[in-house]
Each structure stands twice: as C-alpha cells, then as structure tokens.
C-alpha cells in the first residue's frame, strides 16, 4: 500500500525554523508530483506549494512566497518542506500528498499522509 510519512513538527519558539520531511514507501516519489497543505486549527486546510514531478517546478501559494521552500532527495525518497522565520499564525497540522501532477484543489490528491502539528509559541 502506498504510504506517506510526515515528521518533524514540533514546538517552535517565533522566528524559528523547522524542516519537515515527507517519506514515501512502496512507490517512488520521483514519479510524483508533492504538495505540502497545512490546517490551523478553525480554519479550512491550505495548499503551501506544489513541487512538479520532474522537480522543475515549484508553485507556491502567493500569501506564503519566501518562508516556505520544498526539496526532493530522491536517494532518500523524501521531500522536504523548510520553513523560515516562524509565526504563531504558521500553527497547524503540516500534511504532504502526491499525485502524477499538481493539482489545483486539495480534493484531487490522491495520496496522503497523517500530517506532524507545528506549534510556534513563545
């Protein structure tokens, strides 16, 4: 069965950084297209960005351009999602999901992981 595996969430103090990994087993991520989501608590799950299937392109959502930065090591058969410069509105469950492209709704991946919570806090 096809599975993803999100880690590295955790309690992050305001201006701190965090890298998030998403690691895929019985299927090579290579061949698919990654997005990271994220839901604050009360609020409706946002796509952060979407990194191509051939790792080319990376699209992210314009209101979080320059904090976030996704990157593949295939040899690991991991994308990662880097975070910079932490807010406490950045507080909420980080998910990655696949599919063979990026998609424009949430709806439309069909794999997905469990998610790592994220928590910025004084």
């Known amino acids: 069965q096809l599975q993803l595996v999100e880690s590295g969430g955790g309690l992050v103090q305001p201006g701190g950084s965090l890298r998030l990994s998403c690691v895929a087993s019985?299927?090579?991520?290579?061949?698919?297209?990654i997005a990271w989501f994220r839901r604050a608590p009360g609020k409706e799950r946002e796509t952060i960005a979407c990194?191509?299937?051939?790792?080319?392109?990376?699209t992210y959502t314009n209101s979080l351009k320059g904090r976030f930065t996704i990157t593949r090591d295939n040899a690991k058969n991991t994308v990662y999602l880097e975070i910079r410069d932490l807010e406490l509105e950045d507080t909420g469950d980080y998910s990655c999901?696949?599919?063979?492209?990026?998609?424009?709704?949430?709806?439309?991946?069909?794999?997905w992981g469990r998610g790592t919570p994220v928590t910025v806090s004084q």
């Open positions: 019985e299927f090579n991520l290579d061949a698919y297209a």
């Open positions: 999901a696949a599919n063979f492209k990026c998609m424009p709704g949430y709806f439309e991946y069909v794999f």
């Open positions: 990194n191509s299937e051939d790792d080319i392109t990376t």
